[in-house]
């Protein structure tokens, strides 16, 4: 897996700062197995470059207003724009590349 | 259980919580099923979201409800702007932290679904929305949005059941609209989580005329009428037409109300209509049928009482010019307000449509008399089935409140048979039925009226010809004989006819007079001749006799002396 997460991002290469959100709420199993999706995908495909910003709604609940959260987790890309989204307990890592971008659709 | 705190109700049943929406909590019997959810269904335009609308901003404005807005279709810019024209300040309400508003929007393109995941992100946003304005009303418009948005049905269907299942558990009276599906009551069969209570509004377009219909489809644990009742939308928002009574229960009276025809009134008993009756005037084009509308107007509002003009044919400043020329200035009841003017086509709405805008005016004007002039334009709108439903349903309402309502009607034809009749059938339904006819003679046609039939009054079985001047409407004996109905000209001829007719026979009757006059005076002059002659008769008789007793004296004397003479004994 190592060298095509070197090589996929070739686009986005760059000193490009990954910031991303994941809405949760509570400590739930799936908010908790969410982030740890994330943590490891993250280590992958953007080792260094990203930075994780977790929102917990329920002590949070106006915060989800902002950012059209209806689906929990919700993970926001924010940055490199534009803004995508992507719903669900992050366990397809596939689909969460390709939500992220970081592998062609199709 | 999960009732409201304020769980009062009138029945001992269901508790329920009034929308506040004219005519809706009459026919579900007091309103929505308290701190359950109601599903609103139709298809797209049927005024779903506006019934979600009215709940929410009637519930927190006059019901002292707040209640929260949930919309998946429309932003909240578009909502505010969308019930602003009827006259409902929803900026004013969220200021006041008396409705939350809010836009939930999903686009599908942007989105990505890598798992499991709920929709707690919606929970909390109700959440804090229902606490942030201590909510008791909660609205989800087109909440069937989510389906498209997202494409695992399995997860949505779960947490809606859940959503649903956790606004009962909040207590708050819920309304969730959903669009119409095929051959389902919603797209994505909602019905199946909200089942308590679903309503089902209907749009149709009938000869190019839209109405609109509302039906409770079911209401759990409640009585509800289950008719289709017609709704209108109009510049104070829904309003839906509880036409629950049909019976024929409304009160009776026994007053009268005057006709504004003296001698038509005299017809009538000699009082005039039964207040709170129907009347129908039936004729031809141009018999005064509006004019006879007019005359009632005019003195129901010189009696102090309100009257409701209902005009689809003339605009209302037509019918003032027209009328003021016969005598009756209705421009002066409409400044104070007694007389009410409403003029409309009836292609403009579908018959339902008609009926709620006669039902609002009424409720809002209580006149004591409504006037439809004409109903026959109706027939434009609908079939004769339809019009007679609409119109039987008129009757029934005006009679339960009791305001006596006058209908003309356009007489088919003038043939025989044709002018009893009229193309609404409603003449079995009206109380008292004048019929007005055109009679054509001697080059001119002139307005007849007859009392047709008049129900618990001693009424004139005598035609009348009706005549109209700047003083107002009169009516006139007719002339009657030999199968000859006369009026106007010939009534007038006929009058002098008669008029000679009688100088003629006077004069013979004098002539006769004088003549036996004249026989009886010659008599009565022979009679004195004879009895002259019978006079003289007489004397002669009587000198005769005198002379006859002296000479019968003079001889017996002549007698004695010649006997003397002789000596004899």
Redesign the interface.
Same mark, same amino acid.
């Given at each position: 897996m190592k060298p095509a997460a070197t090589e996929s991002p070739a686009p986005d290469q760059g000193a490009e700062c990954w910031c991303l959100r994941l809405?949760v709420?509570g400590q739930s199993p799936?908010s908790i197995q969410?982030f740890q999706?994330l943590k490891d995908l993250c280590e992958t495909h953007l080792a260094g470059r990203y930075e994780i910003e977790i929102i917990d +709604?329920?002590e949070n609940? =106006?915060l989800?207003?902002g950012d059209?959260?209806?689906?929990?987790?919700?993970l926001v890309r924010k940055l490199p724009e534009p803004?995508?989204?992507?719903?669900?307990? +992050?366990?397809?890592?596939d =689909?969460?590349l390709?939500?992220l971008d970081l592998r062609p659709r199709g | 259980m999960q009732t409201g705190p304020q769980a009062v109700s009138h029945s001992p049943g269901l508790a329920k919580c009034r929308t506040g929406i004219c005519g809706l909590d009459e026919i579900t019997e007091g309103g929505l099923p308290q701190g359950r959810p109601t599903l609103v269904c139709g298809a797209a335009g049927s005024g779903k979201t506006l019934l979600a609308m009215e709940f929410i901003v009637r519930g927190a404005r006059d019901l002292d409800e707040p209640g929260v807005f949930i919309a998946f279709e429309e932003t909240e810019g578009e909502l505010i702007a969308n019930v602003r024209s009827l006259g409902f300040d929803l900026d004013d309400l969220i200021a006041q932290n008396r409705v939350a508003l809010?836009y939930?929007?999903?686009e599908r393109s942007?989105?990505?679904?890598?798992?499991?995941?709920?929709?707690?992100?919606?929970f909390?946003?109700l959440?804090?929305m229902i606490e942030q304005v201590g909510a008791r009303r909660v609205a989800l418009d087109g909440v069937e949005a989510?389906f498209t948005a997202?494409s695992s049905e399995g997860i949505l269907r779960a947490e809606l059941r859940r959503l649903f299942r956790w606004l009962k558990e909040q207590g708050v009276t819920a309304v969730i609209t959903g669009e119409q599906g095929q051959g389902t009551l919603t797209r994505h069969n909602l019905e199946e989580y909200v089942s308590d209570c679903v309503i089902f509004l209907d749009h149709r377009v009938n000869n190019q005329v839209a109405t609109r219909r509302l039906r409770i489809v079911k209401y759990r644990g409640s009585r509800h009428g289950t008719n289709e009742y017609p709704a209108l939308i109009d510049e104070c928002g829904l309003s839906v037409l509880p036409i629950s009574s049909v019976s024929l229960d409304h009160r009776v009276s026994r007053e009268r109300v005057s006709t504004g025809i003296q001698r038509l009134d005299a017809m009538l008993g000699g009082q005039g209509y039964f207040k709170g009756s129907s009347v129908l005037v039936s004729g031809t084009a141009g018999a005064g049928k509006s004019s006879l509308a007019a005359a009632f107007a005019d003195s129901v509002c010189r009696h102090g009482g309100r009257c409701l003009y209902w005009s689809s044919e003339e605009s209302s400043a037509q019918i003032l010019r027209n009328m003021s020329s016969i005598g009756f200035d209705l421009g002066r009841h409409i400044q104070s307000g007694l007389l009410h003017c409403f003029a409309i086509r009836p292609t403009l709405y579908g018959l339902e449509n008609h009926l709620v805008r006669l039902h609002k005016l009424v409720v809002e004007q209580r006149p004591e008399a409504v006037i439809l002039d004409p109903i026959t334009n109706f027939a434009a709108v609908g079939d004769a089935a339809e019009v007679k439903i609409m119109l039987t349903r008129v009757i029934d309402f005006l009679k339960k409140e009791g305001i006596t309502a006058l209908f003309t009607s356009l007489a088919p034809g003038t043939g025989h048979g044709q002018l009893e009749h009229t193309d609404e059938g409603i003449s079995t339904l009206t109380d008292t039925w004048l019929l007005l006819q055109m009679v054509q003679s001697a080059g001119e046609r002139n307005r007849l009226l007859y009392v047709l039939k008049s129900r618990g009054m001693a009424h004139s079985n005598q035609v009348r010809e009706l005549l109209f001047s700047e003083r107002g409407i009169d009516l006139a004996d007719v002339y009657t004989g030999a199968g000859q109905v006369y009026a106007g000209s010939d009534r007038l001829a006929q009058q002098a006819r008669d008029q000679t007719a009688a100088l003629a026979q006077r004069q013979a009757a004098e002539r006769r007079r004088r003549t036996l006059q004249q026989k009886r005076s010659g008599l009565l002059a022979r009679i004195h001749a004879l009895q002259a002659q019978l006079d003289g008769i007489e004397e002669d008789a009587a000198l005769a006799e005198a002379q006859e007793l002296q000479r019968l004296a003079a001889a017996a004397c002549a007698e004695a002396e010649l006997a003397h003479a002789r000596y004899a004994d």
């Open positions: 809405y709420a799936r969410a999706n +709604l329920i609940p =106006r989800a207003r059209q959260i209806v689906a929990v987790p919700t803004v995508r989204k992507i719903i669900g307990d +992050l366990s397809n890592t =689909r969460v390709v939500g | 809010d939930v929007y999903i942007e989105i990505e679904e890598t798992g499991d995941y709920g929709l707690d992100g919606l909390i946003r959440g804090c989510l997202l």
